[in-house]
Structures are given as C-alpha cells and as structure tokens.
C-alpha cells in the first residue's frame, strides 16, 4: 500500500512538472501537429552511425539524430516484437496485455525444463490504443506494414487505424504474405521489396490526405528482419566493405547459442541502408507538402538485433550483449530518435533511461492533448525531457519472457534499478547482477559480491510480477527430481 501511494505521488509530482513544461514549450510547438513513427523490425542499437556503426552506412537517420534527440538507454518493454509493439499501442508493459511473446510463438523444446504457457494470440480491440486517442480528437490515422499484432485481414480501425496497407493477402502475423504460395523465390522477393511498397503507399498517403487535416502516421517495416537478403545496386559497396575487414573472427559463445562477433554481413547492411533511404523519402515529401515544420518524426526499433543464435546472427550489438530474444542489454536497448519541431533542440543527447510504453503519453503531450492515465498504465511523458526539462520520475524498468525462443534464450525475467540490471533464469536456475554504469557490457555478475542488493532486486521483480499478474513457467514435471 505505501509502495503503491509512492508510486502515485510520483506520477502526480511528474504530471504537474509536465504540464509546466508543455505550457513552456506551447509558445513554440506546432499546435495540432502531425505524427509520423517509423518502426523497423529487429534493428539493433549499435546498426546505426549515430549509433556508433562504422560498418553500415544511416546518412539520414544520422541527420534526423543531428536535428532531434537521441536516446542512448532507450528500451524495448519485451525482446521480440509482438510484445513490444502491444507496448506502443497500449502503453502498457506486455503482461498486462497477456502477449508475453511473438504471435504465436514456440512450443517448449524437448529439453525445457520448465513448462510455460502460451501468449494471447491478438491484442484485445479493448485496449483504448494511442490511434483511437488521436482519432477522438479529429486526427485521420494511417498504418502500413507489419502488424503482428494478431489476424488483420480486415483492417486495423477496431483498434483505431482509418486507413490499413498491409500485405499481399492480409498481414496475419507479421511476416509479408507470399505472391506465389510454395514459390520461395517469388516470396523472397516479395519479402525484399516490402520497404519500397510500404514506403510509397506512405508517400501516397501524404499526397492525398496530409494536408487536409492533422494526421498520425505508422509505418512498420519488416526489414531488417530474416530473411537476410541482398538490396541490388547497394549490397556490392557493402561486399566490398567486408573484404576490407580481413578474416573472419570466432563466434562468442552464449549459453546454448552464439553471437557474431562484428558487423561484418554486407546483405544485412544493404538492408539498413534500404530503411535509411525510406526515411529520407518520407521526410523529403513531408518538406515538398510544406508539412516537416508540423510534423513530429520518432525512429524506434522494435527490440536489440539479432545477434545471438544456434549460428550467429547478422548483426552485432557491441558494448552490449547479446541481442534479439535475450534480456541482455543487446536484446532490449535498441535506437530511439524524436524529432519535434518546437519542442527538441538540435543534436542533442539523453542517457536517461526510457521505455517503449512511453511512446502513448509522450505524443499525447506533444499534441497537447489530455493524457489517458488509466490506458497508458506503464508510460510516462518524455515531452518535458525532449523540451530540456526534468527527466521522468520512475527509478526501475521490468522486463517478463517466460519463453523459448528460437534466438536460445530460456524463460526468464528482468529489471533494471538506476544503474543495477537483474537477470533471473528459470530454466537455467540462476540469477545474474550488474552495473551498468561500470560494466555495460555485462561481462561482470556481481551477485556474489553483492547478496544483498541481489535479494532486494529479486523481491522487487517478483513483487511487481505479483501486481501485474505475470503469468509464471512451471517446473517440468518429466525433468523435475
């Protein structure tokens, strides 16, 4: 009870401090301004240049960090994608929306030794999501591209969408529907060309309705996920590029999996750079419309890259661990660029900690429309932070995957506590701590050294599993002594 007052008392203190701010920040912003998310699938926190990546080449989205803010702890709420995009919709942590994995996941291998329950299958059209926020206040609202969300075939309006582009065929879970069925090629294809087609059904959207009244804008790529496959007329530089690297170094080993050990997969990088110049067409005809000066554009990933598998994946996420499906820092840190004319000022930079259930709140402010504390449970608005004011007041971020996932990772949880990060394994039966402030890295478990922080830290994860209602993996009864 006292914990829970806290809590509110905080999130009151925040709300009041965020209003001051955009009351601030109103004399310049754009009233009604426009939205545009660019979400790519599966890109990783260190793929881009102004990330740190010398290997890919992001000209554009480096230029839209150089005009905006960039955050360097910002996270995904789950590890792979459907999770996290049921946070962005909702502002709510994944377990309280019961999709805990990707839709529709994996059965348990033979060697798990602990027997967890599958996710929900479809995000209730219960939710009061962002775009039915947005759209009640006269906003046109446009999605297009990979939903994964649960079946689509009908459209996205149920959860507050106008107008839906998917793919050929609906957009049932996520990956592009095949042209031809059982022709691999074909699909393939089908596949690689997906961020050209989304991309122009964008850019049409904005021919025909951006001007006529403010609107919210999505567009959900499905690069770069697998399957990893060549950009013709771009992935010969980056071959290129890669023979200049010299040999191949050694996988890093990974509890059952292995990670590559640099960015060094041209086909991959050909892959960014397809994203990167889908950004630029976005952001050049928001200017010839005469809409950039109105328009908020966020760039987000959906969770870290892949980099952790049975073979190594086809990113690297150095200094962080790991990648995709973990909850190492590779798996959950991902990029995170807001540009909002009026409000961020140019090239600048924030270490502090974010999350994607902040996405909801953040635009509602930056919109200046009321927030929806009782939908956006889990977020908090970064519109005071990207304006130069205080940072949210919330000390610790949770993270529940009760799954098996093809990436190797085994059913575990997580939270980070200002610069502490814990690690609890079910199926390895073990927990791991570490700084991140002295060890990013996470090269370093501290629980040894450190009982009694790591005690406190795991009756804080399991007391908030306990209020949100996670659901729990069971010991196997076939392995269990």
């Not at 203190?13 to 009351?23: D, K, P, R």
């Not at 996405?359 to 009782?374: D, I, M, N, S, V």
């Given at each position: 009870?006292?914990?829970?007052?806290?809590?509110?008392?905080?999130?009151?203190?925040?709300?009041?401090?965020?209003?001051?701010?955009?009351?601030?920040?109103?004399?310049?912003?754009?009233?009604?301004?426009?939205?545009?998310?660019?979400?790519?699938?599966?890109?990783?926190?260190?793929?881009?240049?102004?990330?740190?990546?010398?290997?890919?080449?992001?000209?554009?989205?480096?230029?839209?960090?150089?005009?905006?803010?960039?955050?360097?702890?910002?996270?995904?709420?789950?590890?792979?994608?459907?999770?996290?995009?049921?946070?962005?919709?909702?502002?709510?942590?994944?377990?309280?929306?019961?999709?805990?994995?990707?839709?529709?996941?994996?059965?348990?291998?033979?060697?798990?030794?602990?027997?967890?329950?599958?996710?929900?299958?479809?995000?209730?059209?219960?939710?009061?999501?962002?775009?039915?926020?947005?759209?009640?206040?006269?906003?046109?609202?446009?999605?297009?591209?990979?939903?994964?969300?649960?079946?689509?075939?009908?459209?996205?309006?149920?959860?507050?969408?106008?107008?839906?582009?998917?793919?050929?065929?609906?957009?049932?879970?996520?990956?592009?529907?095949?042209?031809?069925?059982?022709?691999?090629?074909?699909?393939?294809?089908?596949?690689?060309?997906?961020?050209?087609?989304?991309?122009?059904?964008?850019?049409?959207?904005?021919?025909?309705?951006?001007?006529?009244?403010?609107?919210?804008?999505?567009?959900?790529?499905?690069?770069?996920?697998?399957?990893?496959?060549?950009?013709?007329?771009?992935?010969?530089?980056?071959?290129?590029?890669?023979?200049?690297?010299?040999?191949?170094?050694?996988?890093?080993?990974?509890?059952?999996?292995?990670?590559?050990?640099?960015?060094?997969?041209?086909?991959?990088?050909?892959?960014?750079?397809?994203?990167?110049?889908?950004?630029?067409?976005?952001?050049?005809?928001l200017a010839e419309l005469g809409l950039a000066e109105n328009t908020i554009?966020?760039?987000?990933?959906?969770?870290?890259?892949?980099?952790?598998?049975?073979?190594?994946?086809?990113?690297?996420?150095?200094?962080l661990r790991s990648g995709k499906g973990w909850l190492y820092e590779g798996?959950?840190?991902?990029?995170?660029?807001?540009?909002?004319?009026?409000?961020?000022?140019?090239?600048?930079?924030?270490?502090?900690?974010?999350?994607?259930?902040?996405?909801?709140?953040?635009?509602?402010?930056?919109?200046?429309?009321?927030?929806?504390?009782?939908?956006?449970?889990?977020?908090?608005?970064?519109?005071?932070?990207?304006?130069?004011?205080?940072?949210?007041?919330?000390?610790?971020?949770?993270?529940?995957?009760?799954?098996?996932?093809?990436?190797?990772?085994?059913?575990?949880?997580?939270?980070?506590?200002?610069?502490?990060?814990?690690?609890?394994?079910?199926?390895?039966?073990?927990?791991?701590?570490?700084?991140?402030?002295?060890?990013?890295?996470?090269?370093?478990?501290?629980?040894?050294?450190?009982?009694?922080?790591?005690?406190?830290?795991?009756?804080?994860?399991?007391?908030?599993?306990?209020?949100?209602?996670?659901?729990?993996?069971?010991?196997?009864?076939?392995?269990?002594?």
């Amino acid at each position: 009870m006292i914990h829970g007052l806290a809590a509110t008392l905080r999130r009151v203190a925040f709300s009041v401090v965020g209003l001051l701010a955009n009351f601030a920040a109103a004399a310049t912003a754009p009233a009604q301004p426009n939205v545009v998310i660019l979400l790519s699938d599966d890109l990783g926190w260190a793929d881009l240049g102004c990330y740190g990546s010398t290997f890919h080449e992001t000209p554009h989205l480096d230029q839209l960090a150089r005009e905006g803010m960039r955050f360097t702890n910002y996270y995904t709420a789950g590890s792979i994608c459907s999770p996290t995009r049921a946070s962005l919709m909702t502002g709510k942590y994944p377990v309280r929306t019961g999709i805990t994995d990707y839709i529709p996941g994996l059965k348990d291998p033979p060697n798990a030794r602990v027997v967890t329950t599958p996710t929900k299958k479809v995000l209730a059209t219960s939710e009061f999501t962002f775009a039915r926020a947005f759209k009640a206040a006269g906003y046109r609202t446009f999605y297009t591209g990979k939903w994964h969300l649960g079946p689509s075939d009908g459209g996205l309006k149920a959860y507050g969408w106008d107008d839906y582009v998917g793919d050929v065929g609906g957009d049932q879970e996520g990956e592009a529907a095949p042209a031809k069925k059982g022709n691999r090629a074909e699909n393939l294809k089908h596949r690689r060309d997906s961020t050209a087609r989304f991309t122009q059904a964008t850019l049409d959207f904005l021919q025909q309705h951006g001007r006529a009244q403010p609107f919210v804008l999505m567009l959900s790529y499905h690069d770069v996920h697998t399957p990893i496959q060549p950009m013709p007329g771009v992935v010969e530089r980056f071959m290129d590029k890669r023979k200049k690297l010299g040999a191949d170094l050694p996988a890093i080993a990974e509890h059952d999996g292995l990670t590559r050990p640099r960015q060094d997969n041209a086909e991959y990088a050909s892959m960014v750079t397809a994203v990167d110049d889908s950004v630029a067409r976005v952001r050049q005809k928001l200017a010839e419309l005469g809409l950039a000066e109105n328009t908020i554009v966020i760039f987000a990933s959906d969770n870290g890259g892949l980099a952790t598998h049975k073979n190594p994946g086809p990113t690297n996420n150095s200094p962080l661990r790991s990648g995709k499906g973990w909850l190492y820092e590779g798996g959950i840190r991902a990029p995170f660029i807001v540009y909002a004319p009026g409000v961020t000022r140019a090239g600048t930079r924030t270490e502090v900690p974010a999350i994607s259930t902040d996405l909801y709140p953040t635009l509602l402010a930056l919109a200046h429309l009321p927030p929806r504390p009782e939908q956006h449970l889990d977020g908090l608005s970064l519109a005071p932070l990207l304006g130069g004011g205080a940072a949210p007041l919330r000390d610790t971020l949770y993270w529940h995957y009760p799954h098996y996932h093809g990436s190797t990772w085994a059913p575990g949880a997580a939270l980070r506590d200002g610069d502490w990060k814990l690690i609890e394994f079910y199926h390895y039966r073990n927990v791991e701590l570490y700084n991140l402030r002295t060890d990013p890295s996470e090269t370093r478990d501290l629980t040894a050294a450190n009982p009694a922080k790591t005690t406190e830290l795991l009756a804080k994860l399991h007391a908030w599993q306990q209020a949100t209602g996670a659901i729990m993996p069971r010991p196997n009864p076939a392995l269990t002594p």
